[in-house]
């Protein structure tokens, strides 16, 4: 497994954890989940960053000379696909959520929305690029 | 369905059984996509193909062929 298709697991693993312990969170936080949710918010950037380069340093160490190298062709291709992808992902759902913001929901609502929206993106970004780097294993 | 082939496989073993590793530092790619090139689930760029074929000393289309499958 390359460099890159580990920490596209690293990504895919740990943006699906943390933002699965907010959103449930968020969901089960009832009617003062406004104040809560910046601070789960933050705390869960926060968390999400220091998953992500402790287990991206670890993945460096065994493999050095891939993480300096920088991203060859194909490599840049498979990244390009994914975040094709992504985007109409982004784009599907901001149009959803556009069309059921017309039902007047609570602000915080939309926001958590559009969140879940881009964190789902996001997601999909690192599956397809693991999709992609088996596929032409 | 068209596809790409190519010799890297044979044309390794006949210098000296160089490694994916070897050739893909030569040419600035990895080894997966050495390994990926050689098993034809990727076609490299025309920059890559030449440097491919410039690492065994042979002309483009000794290295890589052209398939149109009926």
Not at chain 1, 91 to 107: R, V
Not at chain 2, 35 to 63: D, H, M, Q, T
Request: charged fraction near 20%; glycine fraction near 6%.
């Amino acid at each position: 497994m390359s460099f890159r298709e580990k920490t596209a697991w690293i990504s895919l693993i740990s943006m699906s954890a943390i933002y699965a312990i907010y959103f449930w969170s968020a969901i089960h936080s009832g009617p003062h989940f406004g104040t809560l949710h910046l601070g789960g918010l933050l705390e869960t950037v926060i968390a999400l960053v220091i998953v992500q380069v402790a287990l991206t340093i670890v993945v460096s160490i065994f493999s050095p000379k891939e993480a300096k190298a920088p991203r060859d062709e194909r490599e840049k291709l498979i990244d390009l696909k994914a975040t094709r992808t992504a985007y109409a992902g982004l784009a599907t759902g901001i149009a959803f959520a556009c069309f059921f913001g017309g039902f007047n929901p609570p602000i915080v609502f939309n926001a958590n929305a559009l969140l879940f929206i881009l964190v789902v993106s996001e997601i999909l970004r690192s599956a397809c690029q693991i999709i992609q780097y088996r596929r032409s294993a | 369905m068209a596809t790409i082939r190519n010799e890297i496989r044979r044309l390794r073993f006949e210098h000296g059984e160089m490694t994916q590793q070897e050739l893909a530092e030569k040419i600035n790619v990895t080894r997966q996509t050495v390994n990926a090139i050689e098993l034809g689930k990727y076609s490299p760029s025309l920059e890559a193909a030449f440097r491919i074929a410039a690492v065994f000393g042979k002309p483009l289309e000794s290295v890589f062929h052209y398939c149109e499958d009926e």
